[in-house]
């Protein structure tokens, strides 16, 4: 029987031990210590591990591969209209042809023109008949020969003579033609150095001097259009989001579909004085250099607007958006000071956009920001928020 006693005792022996160990509870993680905003770990907390820091960077100053339009510089661009009626005898250039200023367009056999030259050459002989008959009036003046008032009537005869003769000079003029041409036909020139881009101009065709003030959109379009590749216009659609990182005179990297591996410079010219109603963005006007004219006009490119160096100071810094919170509708973030130690700071920010905020005021690039645990570190510090 002592035998059994004494497995009896020892499996009550083992069972108080089992009993006893399961009752043991396991430790609990140090508590953070909280000094105002601040909250500091044990170097060897658990917490930390939930816990992600990440330098704050600073913030770049760029828009990045928005979408632009090419399209031909105007104060580089001419719509050439003709400013007699007549019949087209002659086309003298065609589209993508290269041209001078003053070099010749077309050719008009034009009525108007022929009339404008006319009339030219009558005023210079009527001017100089009004001349001779007012010196003839003034010398037999001389000689008691005329009365006054017909020395005053032939001063006047003279003067109206000389008005007709700068108007009807100035008309034709204004057709870049002279009075003693030997050209029969208006020609009808380019006003500046360029491409011919645009030809709505064929031989018999006929043209009128209204055609540029026609409703009609077949009557509208320009006989030419010049203009000069070498620089063309972008258009830029921005966000109100990106106004603040846009300024005139920034610098502007395209690169387009058709040529991948190369880039392009330009700048930015003109921002837009008020948003479009529907699309709520701003049209943002910028100029691109074409060397050798490979890009085209209504190209589609990608722009990134180069970030400027002298703003870069007062830029601030960004930081992923999940790094701020809010306390009472005021954003805060966590800063570490050192391993273990956390900072609340308030902070002024921006909009977020492609997960990064930008905050202008409170961090400075390099410090470290908490991106991940940033609420269990402000449920510590206020537990009842």
């Not at 589209?95 to 056999?109: E, M, T």
């Not at 033609?177 to 360029?194: C, F, H, I, K, M």
């Not at 920034?250 to 330009?266: E, I, M, T, Y």
Request: charge should be negative.
């Amino acid at each position: 029987m002592k035998p059994t006693f004494l497995s009896l005792g020892l499996w009550l022996a083992a069972c108080l031990a089992g009993c006893g160990k399961q009752g043991t509870e396991s430790p609990e993680p140090p508590a953070p210590k909280v000094e105002g905003d601040r909250v500091t770990y044990p170097s060897d907390a658990p917490q930390l591990a939930s816990l992600t820091v990440e330098a704050a960077e600073p913030r770049r100053l760029a828009v990045a591969h928005m979408t632009g339009r090419l399209y031909l510089a105007d104060d580089a661009t001419v719509r050439v209209f003709t400013p007699v009626a007549g019949q087209v005898t002659a086309v003298a250039c065609d589209v993508g042809q290269k041209v001078a200023a003053g070099d010749p367009l077309a050719r008009i056999n034009s009525p108007d023109y022929d009339q404008a030259r006319a009339d030219a050459r009558a005023a210079d002989a009527n001017l100089a008949a009004a001349e001779k008959a007012y010196a003839r009036a003034q010398d037999l003046l001389a000689h008691g020969a005329v009365a006054s008032k017909d020395v005053e009537a032939a001063q006047a005869a003279y003067g109206a003579a000389l008005a007709e003769r700068d108007r009807a000079v100035g008309r034709l003029k204004l057709y870049h033609g002279t009075e003693n041409g030997a050209d029969q036909d208006y020609v009808l020139r380019s006003p500046l150095a360029g491409v011919v881009v645009e030809k709505n101009i064929n031989p018999g065709q006929e043209v009128r001097a209204d055609q540029m003030l026609a409703n009609a959109t077949n009557l509208f379009a320009p006989l030419f259009v010049v203009s000069d590749p070498s620089k063309l216009w972008l258009q830029l659609d921005a966000a109100e989001t990106d106004l603040t990182d846009l300024q005139a005179g920034q610098k502007l990297r395209v690169v387009s579909n058709a040529f991948p591996n190369q880039v392009f410079d330009g700048a930015i010219t003109n921002i837009g004085p008020s948003l479009d109603p529907v699309t709520r963005t701003v049209r943002v006007r910028g100029v691109v250099d074409n060397p050798g004219n490979l890009l085209k006009a209504e190209m589609y490119v990608l722009v990134d607007v180069v970030r400027d160096e002298t703003r870069v100071a007062g830029a601030g810094v960004e930081v992923p958006s999940k790094a701020v919170f809010t306390v009472d509708q005021k954003p805060y973030l966590f800063v570490e000071l050192s391993p273990g130690q956390f900072e609340r700071r308030p902070v002024t920010i921006g909009t977020e956009k492609d997960g990064k905020i930008p905050v202008r005021s409170g961090v400075e690039a390099g410090q470290r920001v908490v991106t991940e645990g940033a609420l269990l570190l402000q449920s510590v510090l206020e537990p009842t928020n």
